[in-house]
């Protein structure tokens, strides 16, 4: 009796510790949401870095488990040409760019994608299977603040101060144009690998482009992250994101849920990049743009050499997106339970040094631009710079000499003496 006793315990407890550890999810949910992810792989290829990259027919990947794509056509390359305005103002220097670990290890065949395979302990990471890929909603306080802006001109429309919202649950150091139709951006961005604190923290440098209200707004996003959460381990990654309302319930990153179509063999999202910047020593950059489509609506995303990756098909996935943008910001942020209060968290955004160190000791964004209707490519009318912490985290400006275009550069340590 005894021994029976003391196996339903044990079988109790174990179910208690399975229940805890997954989220409340159980197995079951688990491989069940594993399936849903892993499409089947033309050729699996194992990379460096611990990744394993499934080669998935391109007809059969997840963007199309999405019930508004289902007879969604693909779109295989874009049908615009951006022209360079100004090409005497781009900063022109000889950039050292970064490459994707695992192509060291193979390549996906024509008519394929590479796609990060999701793995039993990647959910179990999470902090529910429901949750897992996706960006935590935005935990905004009710009362708003405007823009403090140390150099260029405020964003606004008719020089109306551009108020932005206090998040409690992230920390920003960004650019930011707002106030015309934008259909594109890019950027130059500095690529590092700053210390993440915790696991369930995040720090990205990225564009993101953005429409709709502020309480339910829509953005596109790509750039690099350092995110052990997710990706289970701290190495720096190219990634791409959507939502439709601000990270409430949609959307997220990479392939880790239908929506983004992937038309590249050879650029893998969530994939880790290298080299890396070291402090005054060599700087690495990955170049990256997105475009709307005008014929299509189709939001692409361009990497390197203005190589296409994919897109989103904002017709069918999106709303405000479908027409433009109406805000876009270059920079970085930290997401953190530990910002905006005591103690604050070490998680460092950029190359975790403060903007004011300049070229080789802060990270930085050049050879930014926007695209309207025009379909050139040009340095913003209106540029301003927002942070949030400036005690944690800067944002910075700068304008080397005439002739050359500001060069934004941002970041910062977060903890620190004047950020306790």
Same mark, same amino acid.
């Given at each position: 009796?005894?021994?029976?006793? #003391?196996?339903?315990?044990?079988?109790?407890?174990?179910?208690?510790?399975?229940?805890?550890?997954?989220?409340?999810?159980? #197995?079951?949910?688990?491989?069940?949401?594993?399936?849903?992810?892993?499409?089947?792989?033309?050729?699996?290829?194992?990379?460096?870095?611990?990744?394993?990259?499934?080669?998935?027919?391109?007809?059969?990947?997840?963007?199309?488990?999405?019930?508004?794509?289902?007879?969604?056509?693909?779109?295989?390359?874009?049908?615009?040409?951006?022209?360079?305005?100004?090409?005497?103002?781009?900063?022109?220097?000889?950039?050292?760019?970064?490459?994707?670990?695992?192509?060291?290890? %193979?390549?996906?065949?024509?008519?394929?994608?590479?796609?990060?395979?999701?793995?039993?302990?990647?959910?179990?990471?999470?902090?529910?299977?429901?949750?897992?890929?996706?960006?935590?909603?935005?935990?905004?306080?009710?009362?708003?603040?405007?823009?403090?802006?140390?150099?260029?001109?405020?964003?606004?429309?008719?020089?109306?101060?551009?108020?932005?919202?206090?998040?409690?649950?992230?920390?920003?150091?960004?650019?930011?144009?707002?106030?015309?139709?934008?259909?594109?951006?890019?950027?130059?961005?500095?690529?590092?690998?700053?210390?993440?604190?915790?696991?369930?923290?995040?720090?990205?440098?990225?564009?993101?482009?953005?429409?709709?209200? %502020?309480?339910?707004?829509?953005?596109?996003?790509?750039?690099?992250?350092?995110?052990?959460?997710?990706?289970?381990?701290?190495?720096?990654?190219?990634?791409?994101?959507?939502?439709?309302?601000?990270?409430?319930?949609?959307?997220?990153?990479?392939?880790?849920?239908? !929506?983004?179509?992937?038309?590249?063999?050879?650029?893998?999202? %969530? @994939?880790?990049?290298?080299?890396?910047?070291?402090?005054?020593?060599?700087?690495?950059?990955?170049?990256?743009?997105?475009?709307?489509?005008?014929?299509?609506?189709?939001?692409?995303?361009?990497?390197?050499?203005?190589?296409?990756? !994919?897109?989103?098909?904002?017709?069918?996935?999106?709303?405000?997106?479908?027409?433009?943008?109406?805000?876009?910001?270059?920079? @970085?942020?930290?997401?953190?339970?530990?910002?905006?209060?005591?103690?604050?968290?070490?998680?460092?955004? %950029?190359? !975790?040094?403060?903007?004011?160190?300049?070229?080789?000791?802060?990270?930085?964004?050049?050879?930014?631009?926007?695209?309207? #209707?025009?379909?050139?490519?040009?340095?913003?009318?209106?540029?301003?710079?927002?942070?949030?912490?400036?005690?944690?985290?800067?944002?910075?400006?700068?304008?080397?000499?005439?002739?050359?275009?500001?060069?934004?550069? #941002?970041?910062?340590?977060?903890?620190?003496?004047?950020?306790?």
């Amino acid at each position: 009796m005894a021994n029976f006793i #003391f196996r339903v315990l044990l079988i109790l407890v174990f179910s208690y510790l399975c229940n805890r550890v997954t989220g409340k999810a159980n #197995f079951k949910e688990i491989d069940e949401k594993l399936k849903q992810l892993n499409k089947p792989a033309v050729k699996t290829i194992q990379g460096e870095d611990g990744d394993i990259i499934d080669c998935v027919d391109i007809y059969k990947q997840p963007a199309f488990d999405h019930p508004a794509l289902k007879n969604h056509i693909i779109q295989m390359k874009p049908s615009f040409d951006l022209k360079e305005e100004k090409l005497s103002l781009k900063n022109e220097s000889t950039k050292l760019t970064v490459f994707q670990t695992w192509q060291r290890s %193979g390549s996906c065949p024509e008519g394929t994608v590479p796609i990060r395979r999701i793995r039993r302990e990647d959910l179990l990471r999470a902090k529910s299977v429901q949750q897992f890929g996706r960006k935590p909603p935005e935990v905004v306080l009710k009362s708003n603040t405007t823009i403090e802006h140390k150099d260029g001109q405020l964003p606004s429309i008719n020089t109306t101060a551009l108020a932005m919202p206090v998040i409690v649950n992230r920390s920003a150091a960004t650019l930011v144009t707002v106030g015309y139709n934008y259909i594109g951006a890019k950027a130059d961005i500095n690529v590092w690998t700053p210390n993440v604190e915790a696991q369930d923290e995040y720090t990205t440098a990225q564009i993101w482009l953005k429409a709709g209200p %502020g309480d339910n707004f829509e953005s596109i996003e790509s750039g690099w992250i350092v995110n052990p959460q997710l990706y289970g381990d701290k190495r720096t990654r190219l990634f791409a994101h959507w939502t439709k309302d601000s990270y409430k319930t949609t959307g997220c990153f990479d392939m880790t849920c239908s !929506g983004f179509v992937q038309t590249s063999s050879q650029y893998l999202l %969530g @994939g880790s990049i290298e080299p890396v910047s070291t402090e005054f020593g060599q700087q690495y950059y990955l170049t990256v743009g997105i475009y709307m489509d005008p014929n299509t609506a189709n939001w692409w995303l361009k990497i390197g050499k203005d190589i296409p990756v !994919g897109y989103w098909p904002a017709s069918t996935l999106l709303f405000y997106l479908n027409h433009s943008s109406t805000l876009v910001e270059w920079g @970085g942020q930290v997401y953190s339970s530990n910002v905006k209060k005591k103690p604050h968290t070490k998680t460092g955004m %950029g190359s !975790g040094q403060f903007a004011s160190g300049l070229r080789g000791n802060a990270c930085s964004m050049d050879n930014i631009a926007i695209v309207d #209707f025009s379909m050139q490519l040009k340095y913003p009318q209106w540029v301003g710079t927002w942070a949030d912490e400036q005690y944690c985290y800067t944002a910075l400006n700068y304008q080397e000499g005439y002739g050359k275009l500001p060069i934004f550069y #941002f970041g910062g340590p977060g903890q620190n003496y004047n950020c306790p």
